[in-house]
């Protein structure tokens, strides 16, 4: 095993500093919230000294619009790419493996300036989600697919925020509230005529 180079300070140095930084505000973000995340913390945590972040983010803003890039970046490729899926189970699935605590809702709340990079990125994010959403329910033959797109998108972004607000699981009511929606959506299954 080799021995971590350590710099004057005692803290670690050169290679994969920027993945301990981003590494280290996910976590910290997560837990207990950009506001109340510092940068001394975050450096401790990351094992890095000031002047490292800094040569690496130009400040917290940036590192805190890395941290939302890096979260999801091909918005959900586990339900939305899977060909083993129906349309339809798609439009279902989404609701089991979202997470309740989406930093880009936690970042809309905490970062008031519509114009902050994270923000920005937050609100692309969910435009981007909702897309993928009306793009699976138009290939499920849906007769709105973006009014229902937008409808599951909604109702994920309530689920999330009532979980975090009450600490409690919201995503089984989620995707049972999903099931009608989609099933009202989409045209009715031609009966199956017996030969």
Do not use: W
């Not at 207990?32 to 400040?59: P, W």
């Not at 349309?87 to 279902?92: D, G, M, Q, V």
């Amino acid at each position: 095993m080799t021995e971590v180079e350590k710099g004057p300070r005692g803290l670690r140095r050169g290679r994969g500093a920027r993945e301990r930084i981003v590494s280290a505000s996910q976590q910290l973000f997560r837990e207990q919230g950009i506001n109340n995340t510092g940068m001394d913390q975050l450096c401790t945590v990351a094992e890095v000294s000031k002047r490292t972040l800094y040569q690496h983010f130009g400040g917290k803003d940036e590192l805190i619009a890395e941290c939302l890039r890096r979260f999801d970046p091909d918005i959900l490729p586990e339900v939305f790419d899977r060909a083993d899926l129906t349309p339809r189970e798609r439009l279902l699935a989404v609701f089991d493996v979202h997470s309740p605590l989406c930093p880009f809702i936690a970042a809309a709340v905490e970062l008031p300036d519509p114009g902050h990079p994270a923000r920005v990125h937050a609100r692309d994010y969910k435009l981007g989600f909702a897309a993928r959403l009306a793009a699976a329910a138009r290939d499920a033959g849906a007769a709105e697919p973006e009014r229902l797109g937008e409808q599951l998108a909604l109702l994920l972004d309530g689920a999330a925020a009532r979980g975090r607000v009450l600490d409690a699981e919201a995503f089984s009511t989620a995707a049972a509230i999903a099931a009608v929606l989609v099933d009202n959506a989409l045209p009715a299954a031609a009966p199956i005529c017996p030969s």
